[in-house]
């Protein structure tokens, strides 16, 4: 990985060309946004024994996006993209519930823990038969996926009887809707999950061989590497994922709701992996941008609130900053706005292969 | 040029009701000449979906009152999509039902497919939310009053405030249901007809956002309402379970809800009563899901080639606080 030919090297240029510059730039303009309408914005305070602030409450709502984003971003990084993701959600929550609301005692710790392992075990199975139609099949993976993605929300139903299950379980409440050192215990969830998968992903050649996969699964194959066998598993990671974004958004309300649970959050999460810096082409991921993406996409949703945009145009609103995110994330339109800047770094000889960098390049280097 | 295309329509309208008949007419007779008994109704029923415990009452009441005439029931569930709702009401039309009745998701769009089943000789009912077309495409409309919902809303809301001892102006904060659904619309515009009339002055409103009839949209819009809001007094919502998701969020902020902000909801689902008679909301306006027997009347007239009135009402009354722990017992749904 070369950086790029600087002729007056200044710490500037080097940040603003960091791969994760656009998104934190956009984040914070973003929260920035918020403080003329909600004087207090980043204030943090305690109420009823927990921390309580906008920045609280956007990791909160945020933490499932954030989980499945994650997976999402592996999933892409091989080329393909799980569809599914939400119904894996409703499936999740729907079977957790059901199995908690049928116990005698639904604040017994064994219960819950059983709940959650079948709700995390049919998530996992779900992941398993996406990566089988993919990788051993053939199947395209937006094709594959898209059953899940249709069928799984009517399973959803058929578990909860079509009915919301509410639930009154005080240790599973914690894990979406609970606190722990004052603080909201998903950011534990997903901060454990988060270093996991970087972990895995960045000190061990598996990102690696996941990237190979989705650079080329042919030639990855010939190198030896079990393509096949990488996808079955990333696949089954972001349906793990899924699974305990599932857990939280039902933890969250204390109930199970097979219709709405995870609706279009996996458009969201594909748009978090995208603004996050990941190509949809795969061959190359960036975790730490997909969490911040997952976390633009959530500061919006909130922005959108406190601002008072009518709710008529709630998505207007949504869509133009998502354009406009999208367009700073693009070097061609940055050298054609910014100009002199941008062409100064074109005429660099540095790099002549204009569209493999036309996205931040993400190598093992992490 | 307008009222052309208003007698047109009008005209066609008349000429298929005048068919309708007639056909019921036809096949009425043969059938009780030849066995005495009449040929079983077949309905079709395409609902909005399974979102909230008041629909799945609203469902299993249909269904059951079907059963209970007699009448063949093909069900339908859109899940909360207008083009599934199409394409049911186009199955239902391909397999020729006696009656077609449905729910629509959204107010607009229906024409192209009501018009199929004019054409079809199929008379159409809704069934609770209505639609904007004209209004010789349908037969009648079985459901509640939403823009009535919204004014018993505000009339119940003076009652909370006086027996809260509230005193000077109200900041309340609203939460909508789905844009553009039909109950969304008319309880926020019978609400506000109710405060511009009466309490201009005093009533104001400081937030309003869609939290789409959920609890998870009720409680994340309502926590961010706290940020921008914080000195909100009442909380109307658009039905029980975003309320029941906001209670949450005022729950999260360490405020009390039914206390520090007094909530009032629509609709009256087992949830909502468990939540009252816990003193965390303090008024339901009832929207009655049990419509099956008044529609299966409906379909049994129409079907008859009888005349209807447009719209048939549901039987419905507001609860406070004080009537929760009595009432609890006998909501059903």
Redesign the interface.
Same mark, same amino acid.
């Given at each position: 990985m070369s950086t790029p030919a600087v002729t007056t090297p200044s710490r500037w240029r080097a940040l603003t060309h960091h791969h994760l510059f656009w998104p934190v730039a956009v984040l914070i303009a973003l929260l920035l946004v918020n403080v003329p309408f909600t004087p207090d914005f980043f204030a943090i305070r305690m109420a009823d024994g927990h921390l309580y602030g906008s920045l609280i409450s956007i990791v909160l709502f945020g933490s499932p996006l954030i989980l499945v984003a994650v997976g999402m971003t592996l999933v892409i990084a091989t080329g393909g993209i799980d569809l599914s993701v939400g119904a894996v959600v409703a499936i999740t929550g729907a079977l957790t519930c059901s199995y908690i609301s049928d116990q005698a005692d639904q604040n017994a710790l064994a219960g819950v823990f059983l709940a959650m392992g079948i709700g995390l075990v049919a998530a996992v199975v779900c992941g398993l038969w996406n990566g089988f139609l993919v990788a051993r099949m053939g199947i395209q993976p937006i094709i594959a996926t898209l059953i899940i993605m249709v069928a799984g929300r009517g399973v959803a139903q058929l578990i909860t009887d079509g009915q919301i299950i509410t639930i009154n379980s005080e240790p599973y409440k914690l894990i979406g809707g609970g606190y722990w050192l004052t603080l909201p215990f998903s950011i534990f969830v997903v901060a454990a999950v988060v270093a996991v998968t970087v972990a895995l992903t960045r000190r061990t050649a598996l990102g690696l061989l996941v990237e190979s996969v989705g650079g080329n699964a042919e030639a990855s194959r010939l190198v030896g590497i079990r393509s096949r066998r990488i996808k079955i598993m990333v696949y089954m990671f972001c349906a793990l994922c899924a699974g305990i974004a599932g857990l939280m958004i039902s933890s969250n309300t204390s109930a199970a709701d097979g219709n709405n649970a995870g609706l279009w959050i996996e458009l969201d999460a594909i748009l978090a992996v995208v603004i996050g810096g990941t190509s949809l082409l795969g061959g190359r991921f960036s975790i730490g941008g997909t969490v911040i993406g997952a976390l633009v996409i959530q500061t919006l949703t909130t922005t959108i609130y406190t601002i008072g945009v009518p709710t008529q145009t709630n998505l207007v609103f949504k869509a133009a900053v998502v354009i406009v995110v999208c367009l700073l994330q693009s070097p061609k339109f940055r050298a054609k706005v910014l100009g002199a800047k941008g062409r100064a770094r074109t005429t660099a000889p540095a790099e002549p292969s204009a569209p493999a960098d036309a996205a931040p390049k993400m190598e093992v280097s992490r | 040029m307008l009222n052309r295309r208003n007698f047109l329509t009008a005209a066609v309208g008349v000429a298929a009701t005048a068919g309708l008949a007639a056909c019921a007419k036809e096949d009425g007779s043969p059938t009780g000449s030849s066995s005495g008994g009449s040929k079983t109704i077949t309905l079709g029923f395409s609902q909005v #979906? $399974? %979102? $909230?415990?008041w629909r /799945?009452a609203n /469902?299993d009441s249909v269904k059951s009152a079907a059963k209970e005439a007699g009448y063949k029931l093909q069900f339908s569930?859109a899940? @909360?999509k207008q083009e599934n709702q199409i394409s049911a009401i186009r199955s239902f039309i391909a397999q020729k039902v006696d009656v077609i009745a449905f729910s629509p998701v959204v107010v607009t769009g229906w024409d192209a497919v009501l018009k199929e089943a004019q054409t079809a000789k199929i008379p159409v009912v809704l069934t609770d939310r209505s639609v904007e077309s004209d209004e010789s495409l349908f037969v009648a409309l079985v459901g509640s009053d939403f823009t009535d919902e919204g004014r018993r809303a505000a009339k119940i809301l003076e009652k909370v405030l006086e027996k809260a001892g509230h005193k000077g102006k109200v900041k309340i904060a609203q939460l909508?249901g789905t /844009? #553009?659904a039909a109950p969304a619309i008319e309880r926020a515009k019978g609400f506000k007809e109710v405060m511009d009339a009466e309490h201009k002055d005093d009533w104001e409103i400081v937030? $309003?956002? !869609?939290g789409?009839f !959920?609890? =998870? #949209?009720g409680? @994340?819009?309502m926590?961010?309402?706290l940020? $921008?809001n914080p000195d909100i007094d009442v909380l109307f919502a658009h039905n029980d379970?975003m309320g029941?998701?906001a209670i949450?969020a005022i %729950? =999260? =902020? #360490?405020k009390k809800p039914g206390k520090d902000i007094l909530i009032v909801t629509v609709d009256g689902v087992k949830?909502g009563f468990i939540a009252m008679s816990e003193g965390k909301i303090n008024a339901i306006v009832e929207c009655n899901p049990l419509l099956g027997p008044q529609l299966m009347e409906v379909v049994k007239t129409v079907h008859e080639g009888g005349t209807v009135e447009r719209w048939i009402k549901t039987k419905e009354s507001d609860f406070m606080q004080d009537q929760a722990k009595d009432a609890l017992p006998t909501r059903k749904y």
């Open positions: - | #979906g $399974s %979102e $909230s415990g /799945t /469902t569930d899940q @909360q909508e /844009t #553009g937030a $309003s956002q !869609t789409d !959920t609890r =998870a #949209g409680k @994340q819009v926590a961010a309402f940020q $921008s379970d029941l998701g949450q %729950e =999260a =902020a #360490g949830d």
